[in-house]
């Protein structure tokens, strides 16, 4: 029997995250085949992740994001531009496409809870890092259902960015 993880979908389904190979040519895509209009393009997003874990030890990697939504859901598109990370194994052994969906936490408690929930599942951390007080851990759900489960947590300064966003204020 499985153990219960904590209900964090208590958080929200907040984002669909997609990696692509070339982010300017998957915002044109993702535009014209979906209506997503408009997308924040946020490159070397690495560069500023500390505390970055990869597969159970420190991590490099550096990836570029855009941010646009679909009504009330985030798409996410991941460039990986360099290290090792779930990202670029994802194109290695898949190619683009459709990689994690994200849940977001409430509370850091929650986010921990959740992580921790997931862990004791059989679903080990597969990535994770921090943006000053914000988290994300991609957990390794890829067998059960086909993507990462990412678990994020932002403090509501962090949460105005994506409002501003999603408003088209940017």
Same mark, same amino acid.
């Given at each position: ?22 982010? !300017?040519?998957?915002? /044109? ?5 979906? =209506?997503? %209009?408009? &997308?924040?393009? *946020?490159? $070397? ?26 009504? !009330?859901?985030?798409? /996410? ?5 360099? =290290?090792? %990370?779930? &990202?670029?194994? *994802?194109? $290695? ?46 957990? $390794? ?30």
């Amino acid at each position: 029997m499985i153990s219960a993880v904590p209900p964090f979908p208590d958080g929200q389904l907040q984002q669909l995250g997609y990696v692509v190979r070339d982010l !300017d040519e998957a915002i /044109e895509q993702f535009s014209a085949t979906f =209506g997503v %209009s408009r &997308f924040f393009v *946020w490159r $070397d997003l690495g560069a500023t992740i500390t505390g970055k874990t990869y597969r159970g030890r420190p991590g490099e990697f550096q990836f570029s994001c855009a941010f646009g939504y679909a009504g !009330d859901i985030m798409v /996410e598109l991941i460039q990986h531009d360099s =290290g090792e %990370s779930i &990202f670029k194994d *994802w194109l $290695d052994e898949r190619g683009p496409g459709l990689h994690h969906v994200c849940f977001l936490m409430g509370s850091v408690q929650q986010f921990e809870a959740a992580v921790a929930g997931m862990e004791a599942a059989g679903h080990p951390i597969a990535m994770s890092g921090r943006s000053e007080d914000a988290r994300f851990t991609y957990t $390794d759900t890829v067998d059960p259902f086909g993507v990462y489960t990412e678990l994020a947590y932002g403090p509501p300064e962090f949460l105005a960015a994506f409002d501003r966003i999603k408003a088209g204020d940017f």
